[in-house]
């Protein structure tokens, strides 16, 4: 009996030690990956000032976050009229082990679920920041060069964009103010120049009067926008 609660609290001791070591040493997650996932997305938070958009905002946000699995690589983008900040992480998490396997494991359960929910908190602060500049004045179409240049020679990966695709000012409802932001960004004259790759518009603001604008700039392949705004649902 005294043998056996003598290796019991040489094992607690040891396992005590092991996590300490783990505190220490920053895990990398992105080596437990079993997909290699990759994702990126990009926040155009001051697009948000109607209050449908937002909660379409926050539910596709939310449904990204919660797909993410134990070492995906994950990058959130806030872009500030022309001002990007980052944060780019993989996902704590750590492979299933036995109760001896874990005592000697390079990955600590615990850590984990603490820097999980460390990084839930991050992903709040700049969401919350992205919907507070909400009502901001934007040119969308200087937002569009923003991607264009970031995907430049970088690798495309799983990307999102977040973004209303409602310009500056405009009321959807009203059909003289949707036609002023068609010549705006007509006459802006760099509707032709702009490239976006395959990324995906989350949840944009569902107003068939907006699609339509969009769709119009194309301006029958005369120096219109040259690529089509591919949207998801995310709910």
């Not at 060069?145 to 310009?167: A, C, G, I």
């Not at 002023?180 to 032709?192: H, I, R, T, Y």
Request: charged letters at 25%; proline letters at 3%.
């Amino acid at each position: 009996m005294k043998r056996n609660l003598f290796v019991y609290a040489a094992l607690l001791s040891f396992a005590a030690s092991a996590f300490s070591s783990h505190a220490l040493a920053k895990t990398d997650y992105c080596q437990y990956s079993k997909t290699k996932r990759s994702v990126e997305v990009h926040l155009f938070g001051n697009t948000y000032g109607y209050d449908g958009d937002k909660r379409r905002f926050q539910s596709g946000i939310q449904n990204i976050f919660n797909s993410l699995k134990m070492g995906d690589r994950f990058k959130l983008i806030h872009h500030n009229n022309g001002q990007i900040k980052d944060l780019e992480i993989c996902f704590p998490g750590c492979p299933k082990k036995s109760l001896l396997e874990s005592l000697t494991a390079k990955c600590s359960v615990e850590i984990a679920k603490k820097e999980k929910s460390q990084l839930r908190k991050r992903v709040s602060a700049i969401l919350g920041q992205a919907i507070k500049s909400g009502g901001e004045p934007y040119r969308i179409v200087d937002q569009l060069k923003t991607l264009d240049e970031y995907y430049t020679n970088r690798e495309l990966v799983e990307s999102y964009v977040f973004n209303s695709t409602v310009p500056y000012g405009v009321d959807i409802d009203s059909k003289s103010s949707l036609d002023k932001a068609f010549v705006e960004m007509v006459q802006s004259g760099s509707l032709g120049t702009i490239t976006i790759p395959n990324v995906k518009f989350v949840n944009v603001n569902p107003s068939k009067a907006l699609q339509s604008l969009w769709a119009d700039l194309a301006l029958d392949g005369s120096e219109g926008l040259d690529f089509d705004i591919q949207t998801v649902i995310l709910d």
